[in-house]
């Protein structure tokens, strides 16, 4: 007979070493993050000198005036040299004068500066004027046109000439929309502010009003720059990372849940019986049987003609064997009572140890006319047994008997089986008595 087992609840075996690498990664993961935020401004930025065009794409432009053509030189083979002339007696409202630097790579396809945050200009002027003016065109089809370079958004900003003695660093913010081409382009107000995604050309101008003589210039860097990386997608990237690890470390922990349910789904299989079975005859317990009688009573239904009885089997003088032969010899004694039951009964029917030297025979589905006969074939063979070497004095039972009634709990069965029992042991033992029905 193998009997049903207990469920047993599953505990957590996380280990102390386990929870200190965590809490030590979390540590780690903490000093990193702080680590990386702090590292931040560590990131090289990216810087693009607009100087460093190719020759031919710097162009000095200029206003020619009476008697001079040619206001602009170039003073060097590098084109980073210039100088802008402004005879004496000169008075053109219109005069200019620029180094041009042309970025993209073709008509209205410049180049996208409106990540970057700030400029840095370094210039060397010689000379008197007391401003110069940084500018970047800004290429826009709602308002510009390939045929048209002046339509291009002219984004400024004014630099005094006092201030270019040390290198410059402005902020791209200080750019504005000149309001002379505003109004000659007739720009609507929401387009008027400065733009710089689109920039086709940059460069520095001499421009009215201007003082007289010639002017020299020496461009040996306009660097707009950018952070390397925003610091909205460094703060993504870290809080991206931990979300990676908080996940993976939910999938380990997830693994590792999986593998100990299983490691002790393994060891509730090899306790299972332990709950369930008494070890020295191997016939359920107590608890065993209760389990077992819970799932009778919510599925089994004896066939028609068919009851359930309850047998209550006792050995007689069982003290007897223990203090003349010792323990070891009266569990022995159970042991082979054990067996010999089970080899009598069916598959089917129950054996259960319910203490000491008490049994308790549970036949499921049995007919009423032959429970007799069949306590009295236990009683028989238990009688007839011989439990060889060491048991000097006779094995036998008494054996009370109780059909089930119907609506019978397992209380009032148990208590006519028990009392039929102790009826055998008063009318001498070694007998079945069947107890009468409630």
């Not at 608890?287 to 068919?306: C, D, K, M, N, V």
């Not at 000491?356 to 036949?363: S, T």
């Not at 008494?398 to 609506?407: M, R």
Request: proline letters at 7%; charged letters at 25%.
């Amino acid at each position: 007979m193998t009997p049903a087992g207990a469920d047993v609840p599953l505990t957590s075996t996380s280990q102390p070493g386990q929870r200190k690498r965590a809490a030590l990664a979390l540590l780690g993961g903490v000093a990193l993050t702080l680590a990386a935020i702090a590292g931040y401004d560590l990131i090289p930025p990216v810087r693009f000198d607009v100087t460093r065009v190719p020759k031919e794409a710097t162009v000095l432009s200029f206003t020619p005036l009476p008697g001079l053509d040619r206001t602009g030189e170039w003073l060097d083979d590098d084109r980073r040299r210039l100088r802008c002339h402004y005879p004496p007696g000169t008075n053109e409202p219109l005069y200019y004068c620029a180094v041009n630097y042309f970025l993209g790579s073709g008509p209205g396809q410049g180049v996208d500066l409106s990540a970057y945050t700030h400029v840095e200009v370094k210039v060397v002027y010689k000379g008197d004027v007391p401003k110069l003016r940084l500018f970047a065109r800004h290429f826009d089809p709602r308002y510009s046109t390939v045929e048209d370079t002046n339509s291009t958004k002219y984004n400024a900003v004014f630099l005094p000439t006092q201030d270019l003695r040390t290198p410059l660093t402005l902020d791209v913010d200080e750019f504005t929309v000149a309001e002379w081409w505003r109004l000659t382009y007739k720009l609507p107000r929401e387009l008027a502010h400065a733009e710089l995604g689109n920039v086709v050309t940059v460069g520095l101008d001499f421009s009215y009003p201007m003082t007289e003589g010639a002017h020299d210039l020496e461009v040996q860097e306009i660097t707009f720059v950018r952070p390397g990386l925003s610091r909205e997608t460094w703060y993504l990237g870290i809080l991206g990372v931990w979300l990676a690890g908080i996940v993976l470390y939910a999938l380990l922990q997830l693994r590792t849940y999986r593998a100990e349910r299983r490691s002790l789904q393994k060891e509730a299989e090899r306790y299972r019986p332990r709950a369930t079975t008494d070890p020295l005859p191997l016939a359920l317990n107590r608890h065993g049987f209760e389990q077992r009688w819970a799932r009778l009573q919510g599925h089994a239904i004896p066939e028609p003609g068919q009851m359930r009885a309850l047998l209550v089997l006792d050995i007689d003088h069982f003290k007897r064997i223990n203090d003349s032969c010792g323990h070891d010899i009266g569990d022995r004694v159970l042991q082979e009572l054990a067996g010999l039951l089970r080899r009598q009964l069916r598959s089917s029917d129950w054996l259960v140890r319910w203490g000491g030297e008490e049994f308790v025979i549970l036949l499921p589905g049995v007919q009423a006319n032959d429970v007799a006969g069949l306590a009295e074939g236990l009683r028989s063979a238990v009688e007839s047994h011989g439990f060889g070497h060491g048991v000097p004095v006779p094995v036998t039972v008494s054996v009370g008997v109780a059909l089930q009634a119907p609506g019978e709990d397992f209380e009032a069965l148990f208590k006519r089986a028990d009392e039929a029992l102790y009826q055998a042991k008063r009318e001498g033992r070694n007998r079945v008595v069947i107890a009468d029905g409630p």
